[in-house]
């Protein structure tokens, strides 16, 4: 697993279908029903992204396909976005309290440590990475016109 997080982590830097990406984090996760998996939070520039069903689907795709190579699965909350009780999917707007905040709340899901999120160690015994994200790059541009709303 640890492998398609590299894999996938490399080929985000020239992929087009990443260009509008300003963020993500990732969390690797152990379960005895579903073995190794993994939840990535995607964050993209929303004027430069509309549709996060389809871009979803696409990378889900990709992460079939290209990095697990046949062999991995995935499952993207949005494309079911009426199942959440607190919905933070999608285009979230700044001024949105709410969707901001249920977004924060999806996002703390990936940091929440669990009984077996602690000791993840490969065959050799070194330990393995549970959690990882990028850091952000603000563009230094001034161009448009002010926010009206107070920035969270």
């Keep these: 697993?640890?492998?398609?997080?590299a894999r996938l982590r490399n080929n985000m830097r020239c992929n087009r279908m990443f260009d509008?990406?300003?963020?993500y984090a990732w969390k690797l996760e152990y379960g005895i029903d579903r073995g190794w998996h993994l939840h990535i939070l995607f964050l993209f520039d929303g004027q430069k992204?509309?549709?996060?069903?389809?871009?979803?689907?696409?990378?889900?795709?990709?992460?079939?396909?290209?990095?697990?190579?046949?062999?991995?699965?995935f499952y993207s909350c949005n494309l079911d976005k009426q199942k959440y009780r607190y919905e933070g999917i999608g285009m979230v707007d700044y001024s949105d309290?709410?969707?901001?905040?249920?977004?924060?709340?999806?996002?703390?899901?990936?940091t929440k440590v669990d009984e077996?999120?602690?000791?993840?160690?490969?065959?050799?015994?070194?330990?393995?990475?549970s959690f990882?994200?990028?850091?952000?790059?603000?563009?230094n541009v001034n161009a448009g016109r002010p926010r009206m709303y107070y920035e969270f």
């Design 1 to 5: 697993m640890t492998h398609a997080i």
């Design 20 to 23: 509008a990406l300003i963020g």
């Design 49 to 73: 992204v509309w549709h996060d069903e389809h871009l979803s689907s696409l990378i889900g795709q990709y992460w079939n396909q290209v990095i697990t190579q046949g062999m991995g699965q």
């Design 97 to 110: 309290v709410d969707k901001v905040s249920n977004l924060k709340r999806a996002a703390s899901y990936l």
């Design 116 to 129: 077996h999120t602690q000791s993840f160690v490969d065959a050799s015994g070194k330990a393995i990475r």
């Design 132 to 139: 990882g994200m990028s850091q952000y790059q603000p563009k």
